[in-house]
């Protein structure tokens, strides 16, 4: 079985459930607590091995290649004026230089069609693909462990309630082993009330390089998009698919209810921020 030592992250899109604060700012690098979006999700994918960053990028983002490559003025500012943690956590930050790799999708056509674009970086091995608007601390870690085990193509799926399935990628589910299961079909947001499941596709997949030859084609589904889910099921026709039921909470900082919980979630796991927090809180919940 092939390691998986390569991330896929796309991040062309537009991010118009986001706007205006998403108008200049990509929403990748909006931040939860003092760290950008995209970097939380680098900082998963590192925790769990990956050696290799691919950024799918698009007009307006540069910026994130700027925040991933080192501020030479700005470090040598910090350590002239003693700010030597900030310094360090800069520098702990970043992946090693020729450990990232930025290509352009040129028009946002869709999930499918941006994960295509890396197919000439990522080459012919398993990559792991991380949704960066996403955060789900610690999931790389458990996909890469179900992978070990069944090896295939992983997803990541969580469970929601049956009136929220319309709005993801849902998975049906085959034979389970514990907190993976096989996936015997998917479906880009079904009709209410015609979900599978209530097993949503969170943002963290292991898909074998044979998905690049599917995307080849181009094929446009749901809103229009060119699809990862519709890539998916072709592939299913050929190759074994599991589902990963992830432990713990994804928050969807790409909707601005998912961005306001994850920035007080995460603050509430930060030792110098909790107790002030839980009393500031106390506080608006007193007045409202
Ligand atoms: P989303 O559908 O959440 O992103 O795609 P979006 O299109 O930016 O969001 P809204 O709905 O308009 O607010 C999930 C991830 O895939 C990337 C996005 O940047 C996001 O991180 N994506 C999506 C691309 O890179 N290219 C695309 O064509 C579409």
Request: aromatic fraction near 8%.
């Amino acid at each position: 079985m092939k390691p998986i030592r390569k991330a896929v992250l796309p991040v062309a899109g537009l991010g118009t459930r986001f706007l205006p604060a998403t108008k200049a700012v990509p929403k990748e690098m909006l931040t939860v607590v003092d760290r950008p979006v995209v970097q939380h999700v680098v900082d998963e994918a590192r925790e769990a091995g990956i050696e290799h960053f691919i950024f799918v990028t698009g007009r307006g983002k540069a910026v994130i290649e700027d925040h991933f490559d080192i501020a030479f003025e700005l470090d040598r500012m910090l350590q002239e004026r003693g700010k030597q943690a900030a310094y360090e956590e800069l520098k702990r930050d970043l992946p090693a230089a020729g450990q990232t790799s930025f290509t352009r999708q040129q028009a946002p056509l869709g999930l499918g069609h941006a994960v295509w674009c890396a197919r000439e970086i990522v080459g012919d091995e398993p990559f792991a693909v991380l949704l960066p608007d996403m955060l789900s601390r610690g999931c790389m870690g458990q996909m890469l462990s179900a992978y070990e085990r069944h090896g295939g193509n992983v997803i990541a799926v969580e469970e929601v309630a049956p009136e929220e399935t319309h709005q993801y990628g849902i998975v049906s589910v085959g034979e389970t082993f514990g907190q993976t299961f096989e996936v015997t079909g998917m479906v880009e947001k079904p009709k209410q009330g015609t979900a599978p499941s209530n097993f949503i596709i969170s943002g963290r997949y292991i898909l074998q390089p044979e998905i690049f030859g599917i995307l080849e084609h181009g094929e446009k589904g749901a809103g229009g998009e060119i699809q990862l889910t519709d890539a998916m099921i072709k592939l299913m026709g050929s190759q074994d698919f599991f589902g990963m039921r992830y432990e713990g909470r994804t928050y969807d900082t790409g909707s601005k209810l998912g961005f306001l919980t994850a920035n007080i979630a995460y603050a509430l796991d930060r030792k110098d921020l909790a107790g002030p927090l839980k009393a500031e809180i106390a506080k608006l919940l007193a007045d409202h």
